[in-house]
């Protein structure tokens, strides 16, 4: 079965800095897409960056980048210059296939708070 | 273009009521999906449509919860009869293909209290 894992709870960064988000995923199939999902107060799930399974480089977006370690099956997200607007909950999420179709599978989510 | 809209934002009913939640979808997009976070715990997957067809629904709870998509545009999940268990956020999302690089897109969810 597919599993997800964010063993960061909660943490806080000073405004300005790099931040780095874990994120492990367990699974047996070859085929996958890991992303992140950021969740501001507003309850809104903004998508921030893809990594497919694939993929030899890592993908950026911005100031989002996922350090993606397949052998270790790690997908970390890290955010650069942290903003006071950062402050939100953040999901890892993992694409498979089913037999009937495809669904994401989320870690518990880790909730940032950026400091001024 | 407008992103995936849900309705109504919170709903607060009584144990043993109905209640009816809405999800419009991007305008185009085939696949729409529902979610749910129970206080707690992960965000999980429900069910999945593609147009008008329920092409996976084996993370629906049990029989209390059913899902249309009429036309294959917006789609209503319903909760008959409601239980307290059933309090959380009821998220829907859609993408356009199916792929596992197709990005799901989520509306704000409902927030659904049970009392």
């Known amino acids: 079965a597919q599993k997800i894992t964010q063993t960061q709870p909660g943490m806080f960064v000073q405004e300005k800095e790099a931040v780095t988000l874990d994120c492990t995923y367990d699974?047996?199939?070859?085929?996958?897409?890991l992303f992140w999902y950021k969740q501001p107060s507003s309850g809104e799930m903004i998508f921030l960056i893809y990594q497919g399974s694939y993929d030899e480089q890592n993908a950026t977006e911005g100031r989002y980048s996922l350090n993606f370690q397949k052998a270790r099956k790690s997908a970390n997200l890290v955010i650069s210059a942290s903003q006071l607007g950062d402050s939100a909950m953040y999901f890892c999420a993992m694409s498979f296939y089913t037999n009937a179709g495809n669904m994401l599978t989320f870690g518990g989510g880790t909730r940032l708070m950026v400091k001024p | 273009e407008a992103g995936v809209t849900q309705f109504p934002s919170h709903s607060v009913i009584e144990k043993g009521q109905t209640v009816t939640l809405r999800c419009d979808p991007i305008?185009?997009?085939?696949?729409l999906y529902w979610y749910r976070r129970v206080m707690g715990k992960e965000i999980k997957f429900l069910l999945h449509f593609v147009k008008e067809s329920k092409q996976d629904e084996s993370g629906m709870p049990n029989n209390r919860f059913l899902a249309e998509r009429t036309g294959g545009t917006y789609s209503t999940l319903k909760v008959q009869p409601a239980e307290l268990e059933d309090s959380g956020v009821y998220f829907c999302a859609s993408s356009q293909e199916a792929l596992l690089t197709d990005t799901q897109y989520f509306g704000p969810g409902t927030r659904l209290t049970v009392l």
């Open positions: 699974t047996s199939d070859q085929s996958y897409g």
């Open positions: 305008s185009g997009h085939d696949n």
